[in-house]
């Protein structure tokens, strides 16, 4: 009867050793990745939690294919001067970041932002802020396991327009 009792035991911390091995090979998101476009920044930002990931750390990666800014001067009192906004846009913009898993899962979340490019103003005492912006559809990737999910096209008004330095 001993050796039957050692021998389920064995049995047991060897079926839950392999149940721990395959979780860490599948990797997989369970929540996200969710997009959300930022009014206050102008951020498109994606969040996500992944696991089976395992220890080694994960490269992630959100790329969209096209960034439009527009930006508009305004005076140190917040009225706007005659002119047109300036636009900006970019192409194939993408920002990545790596993570070390902890207990085999990942939360985070990756962000692309504004940039100005040779957006200015023309005269003294104008202030240049940043009114809209807009992503292209993209892609957002687990880099590392080459698993990839689609993510929309978003953009929207910044309320209030943010200076850009």
Do not use: W
Not at 65 to 79: A, D, K, L
Not at 98 to 106: C, K, Y
Not at 121 to 135: D, M, P, R
Not at 142 to 152: G, K, L, Y
């Amino acid at each position: 009867m001993k050796h039957l009792s050692i021998l389920t035991l064995t049995m047991i911390a060897l079926s839950s050793f392999l149940t721990t091995t395959v979780q860490a090979d599948s990797p997989h998101f369970v929540r996200g990745p969710t997009p959300e476009f930022d009014t206050s920044t102008g951020d498109y930002c994606v969040s996500f939690k992944e696991v089976g990931l395992g220890n080694s750390p994960i490269t992630y990666t959100l790329t969209v294919g096209v960034e439009q800014f527009t930006f508009q001067c305004f005076t140190r009192h917040g009225n706007t001067p005659q002119g047109d906004p300036n636009g900006q846009s970019f192409s194939d913009q993408s920002v990545s970041t790596t993570i070390t898993p902890h207990n085999g899962s990942i939360r985070g979340s990756l962000c692309l932002q504004p940039m100005q490019g040779d957006a200015d103003c023309q005269g003294h005492g104008l202030v240049l802020k940043l009114i809209a912006a807009a992503y292209s559809a993209g892609q957002f990737c687990d880099a590392t396991n080459n698993i990839c999910v689609d993510v929309p096209a978003v953009s929207g008004q910044i309320v209030p327009p943010i200076p850009f330095p």
